[in-house]
């Protein structure tokens, strides 16, 4: 049985929260709301959409690009190691990853906790496409976790949301009884050099105490600080604005003439707090 088969046991309906079981083609609920299963083997799970503006409509692959390349480089590894370390050695179930992007950290956590099975949730298609690939225990669905979470309650025992958005009563719905939720979040200083002379989007400070209060019958299990200097060439520094929400706001020539008039290697702030909470 395929893992997203399998996830079948958690999804439900984005529309009216019904069991979602597998159809012709995808997925229906009882209320015949049908979903498409995309022959790369993600399904698409978005909901008609009724709020204000547009959709979410996730990273492009060109984002999706930079952000695998300065993965790849090992920029977040202590990161990843952190968020590892966060998720207790005897978790069994499902884990979701929020807003998980390609499943780079789902994949790593699977590879450490052979007991979890799981499913990255995204916006963006291109995303979850690549996700249902990166590893055998990992299913990618594409959803707006905004609106809300197409898992049914208390479902997982492991929720990650790095570096990503989403509703924190969602994040408590579907936790399981002892359920773990792993928040990675960025200080007001994570790649801060980069803001002299680009105008790049402030991150607002007390995003790690935010987390933390987020879910009020939840027990703090630990609030762990990631912070490093790395030294960067022109391309990777280019790569950290580009992979991030910066990219729907700045104009890539624009940045990549500032960034030419540096000197590399150039030296970057990564400052993140990784929050660590667990249901009763
Ligand atoms: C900065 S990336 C982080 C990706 C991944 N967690 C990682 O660190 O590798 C933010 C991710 O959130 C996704 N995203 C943004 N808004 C979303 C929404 N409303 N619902 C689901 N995913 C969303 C984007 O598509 C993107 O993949
Ligand atoms: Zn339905």
Redesign the pocket.
């Known amino acids: 049985m395929s893992t997203l088969d399998a996830a079948f046991d958690i999804l439900q ?6 069991p ?1 079981a597998p159809a012709e083609g995808g997925a ?6 049908h979903f498409d299963q995309a022959r790369q083997g993600y399904l698409s799970l978005r909901a008609a959409h009724k709020g204000k503006g547009a959709p979410a409509s996730g990273d492009t692959p060109e984002m999706l690009e930079a952000r695998e390349r300065f993965q790849g480089e090992g920029f977040h590894d202590e990161i990843r190691d952190a968020v590892l370390a966060a998720v207790p050695t005897d978790a069994r179930g499902w884990l979701a990853d929020l807003g998980g992007g390609t499943g780079w950290y789902a994949a790593a956590v699977l590879d450490a906790r052979p007991e979890l099975r799981g499913v990255v949730l995204d916006a963006s298609a291109p995303a979850v496409r690549i996700a249902a690939r990166a590893h055998e225990r990992l299913a990618g669905v594409s959803a707006d976790v905004w609106t809300g979470i197409p898992l049914r309650d208390a479902s997982v025992a492991v929720a990650l949301r790095i570096f990503a958005p989403g509703s924190a009563a969602e994040v408590r719905r579907i936790l399981a009884p002892r359920g773990t939720v792993v928040f990675v979040v960025p200080h007001a200083d994570h790649l801060r050099e980069l803001g002299h002379g680009l105008k790049l989007m402030k991150v607002p400070a007390g995003k790690a105490e935010e987390a933390a209060a987020s879910i009020p019958d939840a027990h703090v299990v630990s609030v762990h600080e990631v912070r490093q200097r790395v030294q960067l060439s022109v391309e990777q520094a280019l790569d950290s604005v580009f992979m991030g929400p910066n990219a729907f706001h700045q104009d890539r020539a624009k940045v990549e003439k500032v960034l030419a008039e540096w000197q590399a290697p150039i030296s970057v702030t990564i400052a993140v707090s990784i929050v660590t909470l667990q249901l009763a």
């Open positions: 309906c984005p529309s009216c929260g019904e979602l229906s609920c009882t209320n015949r709301h």
